[in-house]
């Protein structure tokens, strides 16, 4: 009877404090590969008539999902009462749509898949856009959890004088709870995406806020092209180099260093995804979001 907590490859901080802060052992398995690269699991701790928590965090998803997906499968044969993922970041929730003919809309796949495998979810921040919950989506119960609090009083006590900036329309649900939080007056440009490495943005008025100190906020950083633009516009219309903030230090490729580059003084995330720039805590938030649904 009981609980206990597994972490995928990578989630340890993250498995570790919500371990402690529940008070729920954590379980030993064996994940690796075979010289061919298919994976071999193993779990060792017994699981019979357990709740299970797992901890996955889901960037770069396609080289997780088999894993997880045989971890469920094991799980579940050697007799788990109830398989819960918790997963602070959420992939594929961006192709929510078959923008041309043709095009697979990843967000139901996936979401299909995982409502297969497990029986409840708890997140952070999903890109919710067109879809409006992940209910719409996934059809285990779910918790979305929400870092615009933390990330605002961050904000209180590390900024002076900040003004809020979101790079796009999507961005004004978490810029605008964000700045309503950290008390401060806020502003979204307007984003048009031509291809993976090009984003062209609106030149709204900023003059305004010279004497603030901008506050880019995004809920994912890629690329970084979004942030790497906007910084491009704010300095033309000469104010302060700005402060970056993510929620999900998603960061392909060399992004974490074209955005130091283009010139922001500081990139901060919250700890969805480890990243030497995690400044801003999100346990708590998982945390609740384990207790809501009652699984324990
Ligand atoms: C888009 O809709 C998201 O909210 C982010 O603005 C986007 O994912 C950022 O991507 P990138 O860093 O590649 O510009």
Partial sequence: MGAILFSFPGNEAIANALSHSLSIPQGEFTLRHFPDGESYLRIESSVENKDVILVATLERPDDKLLPLLFMADTLRTLKAKRIGVVAPY???????????????????????????????????????????????????????????????????????????????????????????????????????????????????????????????????????????ETIGHLKKLGLNAPTCIGVHAVFAADAFEKLKKAGATEIITCNTITHPSNRIDIVPILKEGITNLKTL
Avoid: C
């Fill in 90 to 228: 959420l992939a594929y929730m961006r192709q929510d749509v078959a923008f041309h003919p043709g095009e697979a809309v990843s967000s139901r796949a996936f979401a299909t898949l995982l409502s297969r495998y497990f029986d409840w979810l708890v997140t952070i921040d999903p890109h919710l856009h067109r879809i409006h919950t992940l209910s719409e989506l996934y059809s285990i119960p779910s918790y979305v959890g929400h870092a615009a609090g933390t990330i605002a009083q961050w904000i209180r006590t590390h900024v002076t004088r900040p003004v809020i900036i979101g790079p796009d329309s999507e961005s004004e649900q978490w810029v605008s709870q964000v700045a309503k939080d950290a008390g401060a007056p806020w502003v979204v440009l307007e984003k048009i995406r031509r291809g993976d490495h090009e984003v062209e943005l609106s030149l709204p008025n900023l003059e305004t806020w010279k004497t603030y100190q901008p506050v880019l906020v995004d809920d994912i950083i890629s690329t970084a092209t979004t942030m790497v």
